[in-house]
């Protein structure tokens, strides 16, 4: 199993960043896989995570109507649509994937994770 989280970059308060996860050898379909983040000084935390039967989660109250989490099974692809993003999201963005059906804002259950993809929001 190989997670690929790319997407990141420097944008200004109030832009949009859309992150994408490339799974391989891990089916999206079956397990739950979401997104954490960690920022500096800062433990890591869950920020979305979605899961059959039609469960999308976002962890955080100050995210929920700013990110979005979606899955394309055609193309192995998990994305995180951020939008209004403000200094409190810079941090360094993973994608980590289940074993099982679910969602959990737990780093300890999910087996499978990327190599993160750094997000700086800053003027």
């Known amino acids: 199993v190989q997670l690929q989280a790319s997407g990141g970059g420097l944008v200004q308060p109030g832009g949009s960043l859309s992150l994408s996860c490339q799974a391989s050898?891990?089916?999206?379909?079956?397990?739950?896989i979401g997104w954490f983040r960690q920022a500096p000084g800062k433990e890591r935390e869950g920020v979305a995570c979605?899961?059959?039967?039609?469960?999308?989660?976002i962890y955080a109250d100050s995210a929920k109507d700013r990110f979005t989490i979606s899955t394309d099974s055609a193309t192995h692809t998990l994305y995180l649509q951020m939008d209004k993003l403000e200094p409190e999201d810079t941090a360094v963005y993973f994608c980590a994937g289940r074993s099982y059906v679910g969602c959990s804002k737990s780093i300890q259950m999910y087996d499978y994770w990327g190599q993160g993809t750094k997000v700086t929001v800053s003027s």
């Open positions: 979605i899961s059959r039967p039609e469960i999308r989660l």
């Open positions: 050898g891990y089916s999206l379909d079956e397990y739950a």
